[in-house]
């Protein structure tokens, strides 16, 4: 029987250590588009001896490396095993505050500010760019509506957040403040290895690629399109299982769930959304690289590089601000609320929240002439976040919310 594309079924797990392949149950699943999957790369080992017949002697296959590289639509809790190993953290669970450690809970602004009686939200883990709800508050609408933390104060008793979420309400002394599952990069960065299969089902074969470390995720973001995730890995072995080894993983756990549409969501630079953008492109990648050796064809390990935030976003017009930022070298925090489709109350579906707490723009660029609207091309590029743990800021590239 001939492999038909559609049934191959990817899948990962995290390992114990280096050189241990991950075999068994626990594995994710891994739904893709057309996607390259594994690619070799092998040396090749020439003479250089100048033939008296002119042919050259036949070469032989020399060290050998392994890449992934993988293309998905973004769904709430697809991707969370990949962006943790890409970030070198672990997410956190869901952390609830009460008036036990904040005292009181009021709203003003319109809706923008939240300020607490006491406490300290920063020295509870709480961190700019993560997200929350309440719950318990006299006013019923401010119950149960996920927003993005987009500023905390330095006493870490006020938060700002976005408009048209929630409503201004006077002091409760009876409310939870419930911070969603987060992932972000530690200091130190925390490197694991991966088994990567693919499962030629039809033909009861696996490709398990094995030491794999994951060093790249990056998001799409077009009109009238789901929000598209590439990632890849770059690893040290590769081998194709036998009947009777196949497959290397037990039942993998797939994510039931509909893809992510910013139709659904929102997108922030700094507190102000923004409505006049037409894509926007973003990701954090590393280079990755084995080590070829005298006696031996494998590299030892997939050696990663430093990680780059680098993007770009297009959109239409309306005033000198995004060149003023650009000419200013501004640093700029970006917020992307990707949600699931809940037209009752939008801010209360399950959501993956994309947080990017240090960008600048790289340049700025516009047609000249042309019919229709003036469209102008931005590219970005950042890095970690130096302003400070004590301010509430994660020593990150890219910091990842979910409601799961």
Sequence with gaps: ???????????????????????????????????????????????????RSRMAAKGRAGSEF?????????????????AQAVLGGTMSTADTLTQAELTSCAISGTGTTITFGGGNVITEGVRVGMTARLSGMTTATNN???????????????????????TDETADTAFSLIISPAVYTPSPYVKTAHTIEAYLADIDRSLVGTDFRWNGLSFSFEPDSPVNVSVSAG???LDLLTTAESP?????????????????????????????????????TAPVSGLPMLTRKKSI????????????FTGIIEDGADFDAFRDEDQVS??????????????????????IPNMSFGGWSVPAGGEGAAIQTVPMNGGRDKRGVTLGFAPTSLLISTSN
Excluded at 334 to 355: K, M, S, T
């Design 301 to 312: 390990d997939a050696f990663l590089g430093q990680f780059a935030m680098e993007g770009q």
């Design 235 to 237: 690893g040290s072995d």
């Design 144 to 166: 149960g509506r996920y927003f993005p933390i987009l500023g905390i104060s330095a006493n870490g008793r006020v938060l700002t957040i976005p408009s048209g979420i929630l």
């Design 1 to 51: 029987m001939a492999q038909d594309l559609s049934n191959i079924i990817l899948a990962y797990k995290q390992q114990s250590g280096l050189g241990v392949r991950a075999t068994g149950t626990g594995a994710t699943g891994l739904e893709v588009l057309a996607s390259q999957g594994f690619q070799q790369q092998i040396a090749q080992i020439a003479s250089g001896l100048l033939s």
């Design 248 to 284: 290397n993983f037990t039942d993998p756990a797939f994510v039931e769930g509909e893809s992510l549409v910013m139709l659904d969501g929102a997108v922030y630079f700094g507190t102000t959304k923004r409505v006049n953008l037409a894509s926007f492109s973003v990701g954090l």
């Design 66 to 82: 392994y890449n992934f590289a993988g293309e998905t639509e973004l769904q709430v809790g697809n991707l969370n095993g990949i």
């Design 334 to 355: 970006i917020y992307l609320h990707c949600a699931e489709l809940n037209a009752a109350n939008p801010w209360a579906a399950r959501y993956v929240g994309i947080y």
